[in-house]
């Protein structure tokens, strides 16, 4: 069992139904901005998200360009996630498509 690894376009479709995206990236980053309604997943935060998500819950892992997404995905497949994805580009991937980003100026 493993992740897949998916386009920005099939993430934003997949949340309209249900799907749970986090973002990895750094505290900073994802203050200033972020993909519209990701969830801000960190070691400080890994319980709240384990509350969140059931197993079987389509998890979409997103990151700065998405390569550190891969491991995370790895990780969340190796912690019993079932249906684990990677957003190829990452969040750059993300502003490129001109999906819905939140912004904190």
Partial sequence: M??????PQKAWEMM????ILVD???????AYSHPKGA?????QSFLQFEELADFDSPIIV???HGVS?????TFLVEQGYENV?????????????NLP???EY
Avoid: P
């Avoid at 997404?69 to 995905?73: G, I």
């Fill in 16 to 19: 309209q139904q249900g799907a």
């Fill in 24 to 30: 990895i990236r750094d505290n900073m980053r994802f």
């Fill in 2 to 7: 493993s992740f897949k690894e998916i386009t």
């Fill in 101 to 103: 980003v939140e912004r």
């Fill in 85 to 97: 994805f990677s957003i190829i580009g990452g969040f750059d991937g993300w502003e490129k498509a």
């Fill in 62 to 64: 997103s990151c700065y």
């Fill in 39 to 43: 969830f801000h997943l960190t070691n």
């Fill in 69 to 73: 997404s891969k491991n995370v995905a």
